[in-house]
C-alpha cells in the first residue's frame, strides 16, 4: 500500500496558451495535514480539478491513494474515498439542509452519521434552511460536513476557511485537527491564510507559475529557514553576501535581509567579517517564507 | 438519489411547460368549430399541436450534467453545485443518463397530454379517423418527439440551456426548410412520420421511420456521452 495520499510528477496544464502547470510534483503523506499555498492564479485550483477527476493533464501523472483520478468505475471507486470542498461553496439551491444531507448519505456506504449529528450541532446548521438562504460561511460549513461525514480517508478542501468569521475558523481549525488525529485522515487544503496553515499544517507546497518552489515538512523547513539581518555603517554591495544557502537578498536602506536555508553559518560568518557589519539572526513565519519566494520585486 | 435531483430540478419546468401546453391546447379548442371544418381526410392538420410536444422536448432536454435551478429562486452559483455532482462517487454517464431518462419520461408525458387535448381541441378527429391509426400516429410522433428532444441532450453537453433551446429548435426549423424546399427521393417519403408516412395515410404502423428515429436518437445519445465523458469542467 502506498504511503502517498496524492502524488503528482511533472504535472502540466495549459489553457489557450497559458501554462497554469508547468511540471508540478506533489508528495502528499497519508495522515498528513497538507498546505497548498500560493498566489492566485498559482496553478492550485487547477491542480485541484485534475486531482479529483474535473479536468486532464496535458502531460506528467497524477495518482490519488496510487490510482489515476479519471471517470468511470476506478473513478467513482477513488471519489468515494475523497471528501471534496470547492472554492465556492455552491450547493443545490432548491435543497434545505437536511435534503441535501439525506441525498448525499446513499452514495456513501461509509457515512459516518456519528460525524453528521456531531458537525450538525458543532457547526450550528439550521437543518430546514434552504442553501441559498445560508451565508457563505455557513455554506462552507455546511460543504466541510458533507465532506466528512462521507467517512473520507482524503479530504481536499479549496479555500474552507473562505467567508468565515474568526471564531467559526477556529472551530473549523480545530476540528481538522481532530479529525486527523482520530480517524487518520489525510487533509490538503489549500489557503491564502497563512495564519490558518501555519496553525494546522504539518507538511506545505508553496507553488507559483505552476511548479513546486518550497516543499516539506513545515516544522523542518521553519528550522531550516533563517532570517539573518546584517547592518552597515556605510552603504554595501548585496551582491556579496549571495552565499551558498542564500535564497533572498534585500536591501532595506544600510540593512540587508537574507532569507537562508541552510549554510546559516557560513552566511553569518561572511556577514561577520564584512567591515562594519552587525548581523542578527532570527526564525521566519510561514509568512516570511511565502512572501520572499512568490514576491517579485 | 440522481432520480430525486432530476425531479427537483425539472419539475418546475414540467409545470410550466404542462401549463402552456394546456394554454395552446385551450386556444385551439375555441376555435374548434372553423377547425372541425377544416379538417382533411386524413386530418394531419391536427397534429400541428404535436409542435407543442416539440417545444416541450426542447425545454426538458436543458442542463445536460450541469444543476438547473428547479425553481424560481435565482441563485448565482447554479453551475457552481455541479462541481458537488461531479464529485459524487458516481460515472458521468450514469448521470447524464439519469438526466436524460427524466426529460424523456417527461416529454412523454406532455406528448401524451398534448394528443389527448388534440382529441378535445378538435371532436373531429374522433370522428373521422379510426382510433387505432390515430394511435399509431401518436406513437409514431412521439419517436419524432424524442429525435428532438436528444437533439437538446446533444446541444445540452455544451451549451447552456436558453442556447441549447435556440440550437434545437434553429436545427429543426433548418430541417424543415430543407425537407420542404429539395427534391427528396421517393424512398425517403417512409421516414416522414408526421405526413407522407403517417398511419392516418397508410394505415400502417410506420417501422422504418421508427427505426431510423430511434438510430438517429441513439447516435445523438452516444455523441453526448462521449462528450461528456472527455469534456472538462
Known amino acids: ?297 | 438519489m440522481l432520480w430525486m435531483k432530476g425531479w427537483y430540478e425539472t419539475r418546475i419546468r414540467l409545470l410550466v411547460v404542462a401549463g402552456a401546453t394546456v394554454l395552446i391546447c385551450a386556444i385551439a379548442s375555441s376555435d374548434s368549430t372553423s377547425a372541425n371544418a377544416g379538417v382533411s381526410a386524413q386530418g394531419l392538420d391536427a397534429t400541428t399541436l404535436i409542435g407543442a410536444s416539440v417545444l416541450a422536448a426542447a425545454m426538458l432536454a436543458g442542463a445536460g450534467i450541469k444543476t438547473q435551478a428547479g425553481g424560481f429562486r435565482p441563485s448565482k452559483g447554479l453551475h457552481g453545485s455541479m462541481y458537488y455532482t461531479l464529485t459524487l462517487p458516481v460515472s458521468r454517464v450514469h448521470l447524464l443518463s439519469v438526466r436524460a431518462s427524466i426529460g424523456l419520461i417527461e416529454t412523454a408525458l406532455i406528448h401524451t397530454l398534448v394528443c389527448g387535448a388534440a382529441l378535445i381541441a378538435r371532436p373531429a378527429l374522433r370522428l373521422t379517423i379510426p382510433p387505432a391509426d390515430l394511435l399509431k400516429h401518436n406513437i409514431g410522433a412521439f419517436f419524432c418527439v424524442g429525435a428532438v428532444y436528444f437533439l437538446g441532450v446533444f446541444f445540452a453537453t455544451f451549451l447552456d440551456d436558453y442556447y441549447q433551446m435556440m440550437a434545437s429548435l434553429f436545427s429543426l426549423l433548418l430541417l424543415i426548410v430543407i425537407l420542404n424546399r429539395m427534391p427528396l427521393p421517393a424512398s425517403f417519403s417512409r421516414l416522414l412520420l408526421l405526413s407522407q408516412a403517417s398511419p392516418l395515410i397508410t394505415h400502417t404502423m410506420p417501422w422504418v421511420g421508427i427505426t431510423a428515429l430511434v438510430a438517429l436518437s441513439a447516435t445523438l445519445f452516444l455523441f453526448s456521452m462521449w462528450i461528456v465523458k472527455r469534456r472538462e469542467y
Open chain 1, 1 to 297: 500500500m502506498t504511503q502517498l495520499a496524492i502524488e503528482t510528477s511533472g504535472l502540466r496544464k495549459s489553457f489557450k496558451g497559458h501554462e497554469a502547470l508547468s511540471g508540478l510534483d506533489l508528495a502528499v503523506p497519508r495522515g498528513s495535514i497538507f498546505g497548498f499555498l500560493g498566489r492566485n492564479g498559482a496553478g492550485k485550483t487547477t491542480t485541484i480539478r485534475i486531482l479529483m477527476g474535473l479536468a486532464k493533464a496535458d502531460a506528467g501523472s497524477a495518482r490519488i491513494f496510487g490510482m489515476k483520478p479519471a471517470d468511470g468505475a476506478s473513478g467513482a471507486a477513488i471519489r468515494r474515498r475523497i471528501g471534496f470542498v470547492t472554492e465556492d461553496k455552491e450547493l443545490y439551491p432548491y435543497m434545505t439542509v437536511a435534503e441535501i444531507i439525506r441525498f448525499s448519505r446513499p452514495f456513501f456506504p461509509a457515512w459516518r452519521l456519528d460525524l453528521e449529528r456531531r458537525y450538525l450541532k458543532v457547526f450550528d446548521l439550521p437543518p430546514n434552511k434552504k442553501i441559498p438562504d445560508l451565508s457563505k460561511g455557513m455554506r462552507s460549513k455546511l460543504m466541510l460536513l458533507l465532506a466528512i461525514s462521507r467517512g473520507a480517508e482524503l479530504l481536499v478542501l479549496d479555500e474552507p476557511t473562505d467567508g468565515l468569521d474568526p471564531t467559526a475558523i477556529e472551530d473549523v481549525l480545530r476540528e481538522l485537527v481532530i479529525l486527523s488525529a482520530s480517524d487518520g485522515m489525510t487533509i490538503f487544503f489549500s489557503s491564502h491564510q497563512l495564519a490558518d496553515v501555519e496553525q494546522i499544517a504539518d507538511h506545505i507546497t508553496i507553488i507559483d507559475k505552476g511548479r513546486a518552489i518550497v516543499t516539506g515538512n513545515l516544522d523542518d523547513l521553519k528550522q531550516q529557514y533563517q532570517r539573518i539581518l546584517v547592518t552597515f555603517a556605510d552603504s554595501v554591495d548585496t551582491d556579496i553576501l549571495w552565499v551558498d544557502g542564500a535564497e533572498r537578498v534585500r536591501r532595506e536602506g544600510r540593512t540587508v535581509s537574507i532569507l537562508s536555508r541552510n549554510n546559516v553559518e557560513a552566511i553569518v560568518a561572511r556577514a561577520t567579517s564584512l567591515p562594519g557589519a552587525t548581523v542578527a539572526r532570527r526564525p521566519v513565519t510561514l509568512k516570511e517564507i511565502f512572501l520572499d519566494h512568490v514576491r517579485t520585486d
